[in-house]
């Protein structure tokens, strides 16, 4: 068992619980109530964890670990973790010496910031059991670290089962409900270090405040905790007891529609927020991203069936279109959207021709309204592209799509190092081709109508235009794409807006021309030699590397601090992600055949289901190390990663429908 492996309990809102299976924190997001203020956004982490310990006939144990400077870890309950899951929701027995188990749960309450505890006798004990928990507090921005000061209010309200603290003016209250007794004790706990921040070359110790001790008796009754920034409905008189098995009954109905651990997990990124529905790219740090969301709904809502969902979610952004761009993010502070992204825009169509696809064969009741909408985003941002928007993004003289411009960082590969883009493409990138071609031939199949430039004298729709658009840009494609000495693409043409200029590096975007897409650009032969030298050059057991063994720049390991990572961050280093692209496209030129589903399953889906066991537990993480062992980096669940696993194995390798 890996105590060090993190699980993730989600609230709907953008808010969550997380932390290790040992219970050691050893990042600053983990917590045991983290809330969004302006779900998604906004979020503040308000009790950050526990110390719990039981007594027995004897003796003392600690059920709770802790590490501080320099590294002593205190005490040392994660020696007794006997057994750990995360179905239905985190699950502990914890083992003493003299024989005794207890069970711990904790939940997060959809729907709302909170989350309720349980710890329960599994075996029968003699005499009494106390249980005694001591809340660590904070009330930070999830991003920050916190310190002892003299501002921080120990105060305790206290009426009946309910406690209340207010750690600081204008940071959310902290409600506890339980059903044992409270005792106000004020205390610092002073220097604890979190790993995975002081490996990452961050601030990384921390104190909290402890106001109080709560304690039961287990040979009495079950303990309950409930931890939320929200007080019961007014008027009613509801014990924590009662209150939990409401909480525990509503969300065990609302799991077991979630059938398999694969839909359980895409269930944690959909979220409503104060935009509306959409999907946080990622756990702890990321909130939702533009790009993110078009590539990862594809499997968290349209996969598995979850249309009203996906409706939602494209409404929600459909509304956000300005000159033709969709926004990358909206920020954790403010709502002024970043319109930085080129990709972003073309994936949404990408994500809106699925879903009207899939609403035509699944039968799904799609207003004419809604219709209409998403059909005016799909002209609004391809007319915008075509006649031209921000950071040079227009159609050129030889029908492909030219993009950005010094110091920008417009696709997917979007490190900037201050002033320093780390992998700029400007020019024609040849995934934004792939995309923008794909869009044009979904535009032409939905009749979208075409909207000529404004300087053009006639101002009438053009029937038929966006196939014209098409068949030049593909033509072109075929012919500027095609790096003949090493029997793949180039990765951008025209460098820098310099004609014929090239950039040749053997890197994973040409995938994009064969497989990921619904539609593939490519002749028979010149797909099939891409498909082998990006699996021959690039293929992991965790995904595609960022960048080729022997090309210049390349990094063999993510790891270091914020400098160092980012340099790595795509010059090498693995993204789960792109396995989607790329089985289906190793798939596509093998014919699609039964066997080949087959042997893609043995040989590139198995390692990624077995990885759901390794870091973030039941999800795939951000990236990994270039080089073996592919150690897990970065964001520990991650939306697209997961997102693809599934189209993959509810779509792309099922010859059923999806959603089935």
Known sequence: MNLFAEWLEADGLGGFASGTVGGERTRR???????????????????????????????????????????????????????????????????????????????????????????????????????????????????????????????????????????????????????????????????????????????????????????????????????????????????????????????????????TPLDAAADAYLVTGRHGKTIVAGYPWFTDWGRDTFIAMRGLTLALGRLDDARQILLTWSSTVSEGMLPNRFPDQGDAPEYNSVDASLWFIIATGEFLAACRTRAYPLEAADRTRLLTAIGSILSGYRHGTRYGIRLDGDGLLACGGPGTQLTWMDVKIGDRAITPRVGKPVEIQALWLNALAIAESLEIPYVPAPQDTDHSPIPGRW????????????????????????????????????????????????????????????????????????????????????????????????????????????????????????????GGTAAARDEARQRFVAPLVAQLQQAGLGHLSEIADAEPPHTPRGCPFQAWSLGELIRLDRVVLSDGSPGD
């Open 29 to 259: 997001y983990h917590a045991l109530l983290l809330a969004a203020t302006t779900p998604p956004t906004g979020r503040m982490v308000l009790v950050s964890g526990l110390e719990a310990w039981v007594k027995t006939a004897r003796g003392r144990y600690a059920i709770s670990s802790q590490r501080y400077q320099p590294g002593t870890v205190f005490p040392d309950g994660a020696q007794r973790v006997e057994s750990f899951s995360i179905d239905p929701w985190p699950r502990w027995i914890y083992r003493l010496e003299d024989g005794t188990r207890i069970e711990q749960q904790l939940f997060a309450v959809h729907g709302s910031p909170t989350v309720a505890l349980r710890w329960r006798l599994v075996s029968p004990a003699v005499g009494s059991v106390p249980l005694a928990v001591r809340p660590l507090l904070s009330g930070r921005n999830y991003h920050h670290l916190h310190h002892e000061n003299p501002v921080f209010r120990f105060d305790a309200a206290v009426v009946g089962e309910q406690v209340a603290w207010q750690p600081y003016p204008g940071v959310p209250r902290v409600v506890s409900h339980a059903n044992g007794s409270y005792s106000h004790d004020p205390e610092w706990y002073r220097n604890f270090i979190y790993l995975q921040e002081r490996e990452r070359g961050l601030d990384s110790d921390e104190d909290l405040a402890s106001p109080g001790l709560f304690r039961w008796d287990l040979a009495q009754g079950d303990a309950i905790w409930i931890l939320s920034t929200e007080l019961p409905p007014a008027g009613a008189a509801i014990s924590a007891a009662a209150r939990y098995a409401a909480f525990e009954r509503a969300e065990r109905d609302r799991r077991s529609r979630l059938v």
């Open 467 to 590: 196939q014209d658009d098409f068949d030049r840009g593909l033509a072109a494609f075929r012919s500027r794409f095609w790096n003949e000495a090493r029997g793949m693409l180039f990765d951008v043409v025209d460098v820098d807006h310099q004609w014929g200029v090239v950039d040749g590096s053997a890197r994973p975007n040409q995938i994009l021309a064969v497989g990921g897409l619904p539609q593939a650009l490519l002749e028979p032969d010149q797909a099939s030699a891409v498909v082998a030298a990006v699996e021959k050059h690039l293929w992991t057991a965790l995904g595609l590397r960022t960048l080729a063994p022997g090309e210049p720049g390349y990094a063999l390991h993510y790891r270091g601090g914020p400098r160092e990572r980012d340099s790595a961050y795509h010059q090498g280093t693995v993204w789960p992600w792109l396995a989607g692209p790329f089985v289906e496209a190793w798939l596509r030129v093998r």
